[in-house]
T-cell receptor, first 117, second 107 residues
Framework: DTEVTQTPKHLVMGMTNKKSLKCEQH?????MYWYKQKAKKPPELMFV???????INESVPSRFSPECPNSSLLNLHLHALQPEDSALYLC????????????????FGPGTRLTVL | GQQVMQIPQYQHVQEGEDFTTYCNSS?????IQWYKQRPGGHPVFLIQ?????EVKKQKRLTFQFGEAKKNSSLHITATQTTDVGTYFC???????FGRGTSLIVHP
């Protein structure tokens, strides 16, 4: 099973709403990632979890709050988002987090397409 | 952080023509990965290159890693409409994607 699943596929929310994105993998991977991708742009790394601990936060605003309840699950809690946060949010996993100067193959989920009104 | 520059940004080809995208880094890379993202889809892993001068082939796709491990290329022979998508390279400890090359194949 090389699948990463994400729910929901689409999400429309107002700026005052609180919502959560969910990601799941059953490949035994110990590193999980959140990316944000705007149209016609490459994925931008947001967070990395390694062995269920947050290891990288790429200066993401606090209105995005990640959570890793266990080694298979990764959540992204959203609160008070702005219209410019509308994007495709991708989850990925890899066997381990890349060691210094290297990286490990990432498997991406299908993404959640988020629209903030 | 480490940056990878990818060119060209777009490439239009007639079906049957060849296509090449290039990634360049100012620093030596430990390895490099290539992904393909179809329109409306998500990035899908294609290959990882690790060794200096490495060349790997997948059917009509040929991947190369430079001798100095600072550049890499993806070459597609005789493009087909199924090759349409954006091809990204990715490198570094903190995963950094090149800006991607969007391939448009005209039948």
């Amino acid at each position: 099973d090389t699948e990463v699943t994400q729910t929901p596929k689409h999400l429309v929310m107002g700026m005052t709403n609180k919502k959560s994105l969910k990601c799941e993998q059953h490949m035994g991977h110990r590193a999980m990632y959140w990316y944000k991708q705007k149209a016609k742009k490459p994925p931008e790394l947001m967070f990395v979890y390694s062995y269920e601990k947050l290891s990288i936060n790429e200066s993401v605003p606090s209105r995005f709050s990640p959570e890793c309840p266990n080694s298979s699950l990764l959540n992204l809690h959203l609160h008070a988002l702005q219209p410019e946060d509308s994007a495709l949010y991708l989850c990925a996993s890899s066997q381990v987090e890349g060691l210094a100067s290297s990286t490990d193959t990432q498997y991406f989920g299908p993404g959640t397409r988020l629209t903030v009104l | 952080g480490q940056q990878v520059m990818q060119i060209p940004q777009y490439q239009h080809v007639q079906e049957g023509e060849d296509f090449t995208t290039y990634c360049n880094s100012s620093t030596t890379l430990s390895n490099i990965q290539w992904y393909k993202q179809r329109p409306g889809g998500h990035p899908v892993f294609l290959i990882q290159l690790v060794k200096s001068g490495e060349v790997k082939k997948q059917k009509r796709l040929t991947f190369q890693f430079g001798e100095a491990k600072k550049n890499s290329s993806l070459h597609i022979t005789a493009t087909q409409t199924t090759d349409v998508g954006t091809y990204f390279c990715s490198a570094s400890y903190i995963p950094t994607f090149g800006r991607g090359t969007s391939l448009i194949v005209h039948p």
